[in-house]
Structures are given as structure tokens and as C-alpha cells.
């Protein structure tokens, strides 16, 4: 038996959900520690900027919301693999209405 080290990739768990966005939205890979992977997600002439950060062991999912560079505006965790719970649209409609 072996053991999955390669760890989450939350750019392809969100893929239909950034495709919902539209044109005015960019998402960016971008480093993270600790964490699996992240993606940093803007909106066009907003100040706002939404991380997304994928841990796997547990199998948590970070979003931290900013308004600038330094002013954290909302932090929420999914525990124990409950982004699954949402659909792409759950997740798109959250997306859109904060930032």
C-alpha cells in the first residue's frame, strides 16, 4: 500500500467554480505555507482579494479576505473536507458577492 504525499490541489477542486466568474475575475496560483496549495482571486477595480488554501491533513480549506495589502476582512474555515458540501455555484455566488 502506499501513502498519497502529493496533497491537495485546490485550483483543480475549484476549477468549475472560477469558471463560473466571468472575465473580470483573475485567479492566481501563489505560494502558500503551511498549506497544500493556494489560489489568490481579484475582481477588477475592487481593493478586495480573496485566498483560498487547501490543507490535506486535516482536509481543511482557509478563505481570508482582504480589503488592501494588510486588512484582513473575513477569515473562514471548512473542517474535515466540508468544501465538498458546496456546489460550484455555492462557491461562485460566495466568491462574487465578496469581493
Not at 30 to 47: L, M
Not at 53 to 69: C, F, V
Amino acid at each position: 500500500m502506499t501513502e498519497n504525499t502529493n496533497g491537495r490541489n485546490i485550483s483543480h477542486e475549484l476549477c468549475d467554480a472560477v469558471a463560473l466568474l466571468g472575465d473580470e475575475y483573475e485567479t492566481t496560483s501563489v505560494d502558500c505555507e503551511p498549506g497544500d496549495t493556494a489560489i489568490r482571486i481579484t475582481k477588477q477595480d475592487s481593493t478586495r482579494t480573496l485566498y483560498i488554501i487547501a490543507y490535506s491533513d486535516p482536509d481543511d480549506t482557509e478563505m481570508h479576505l482582504y480589503d488592501g495589502p494588510d486588512s484582513l476582512v473575513s477569515y473562514h474555515v471548512l473542517y474535515n473536507g466540508s468544501l465538498d458540501d458546496y456546489t460550484p455555484e455555492d462557491i461562485a455566488d460566495y466568491i462574487i458577492r465578496n469581493l
